[in-house]
């Protein structure tokens, strides 16, 4: 994980977030900060919808929009939302190592046979639907995925900042992505 940015003080917040809700993020979760009392939502945060990660801020600091490997490709709707009605001005990516987006394909048969057995589907609607939406949500990489939706999402929202983050379950620490 030589690409991750660790964060022990305000100093280590890459100083383009120092004192943005995106520091405060990190302040809170990382550093212990004590949590002050927020009206409005000040931050959107993209995060994987995976159960390992709760994140440590107060109420009503951000929106959060979870989804398989913090793809925010088909939430934009919801993204925009964010900006357009709850006028935040930045977006926290989050990624994780150990995504079960990344290599999607090899959890193919647990997947179908997980619809069959639980959710009564036929078997063949359940390789369907897996086949159609698979190539969708996999990623090939958590920490490189993260850069390219940041990119894309800057290209997006021109006003917005937005920074690509990581979650480590080890630790359950927030860390920057170094972008080149
Ligand atoms: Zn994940």
């Known amino acids: 994980m030589e690409k991750l ?17 995106v520091g405060m993020l990190l302040e809170y979760h990382n550093l212990n900060r004590p949590f002050d009392t927020y ?16 994140l440590h801020m107060p109420d009503n600091f951000a929106y959060i929009i979870r989804s398989g490997g913090a793809n925010l490709r088909y939430s934009e709707f919801k993204v925009s939302y964010a900006i357009g009605v709850g ?28 619809l069959v057995s639980s959710a009564g589907w036929e078997k063949e609607r359940a390789e369907e639907h897996f086949f159609h939406f698979a190539p969708m949500f996999e990623i090939g990489s958590e920490t ?34 170094k972008e080149s």
Do not use: W
């Open 5 to 21: 940015i660790s964060v022990n003080s305000i100093e280590e917040i890459i100083p383009e977030y120092r004192h943005t809700p």
């Open 39 to 54: 009206g409005k939502a000040q931050l959107l945060i993209g995060m994987c919808m995976d159960n390992r990660k709760h």
């Open 87 to 114: 006028k935040v001005q930045h977006i926290a990516l989050i990624g994780h190592n150990n995504c079960g987006m990344v290599n999607l394909i090899s959890r193919k048969n647990d997947f179908i046979e997980g």
């Open 144 to 177: 490189d995925f993260i850069l390219s939706e940041a990119k894309r999402l800057r290209l997006r929202y021109p006003r917005i900042k937005i920074a690509p983050l990581f979650y480590l379950i080890e630790d359950n620490r927030l860390y920057f992505i």
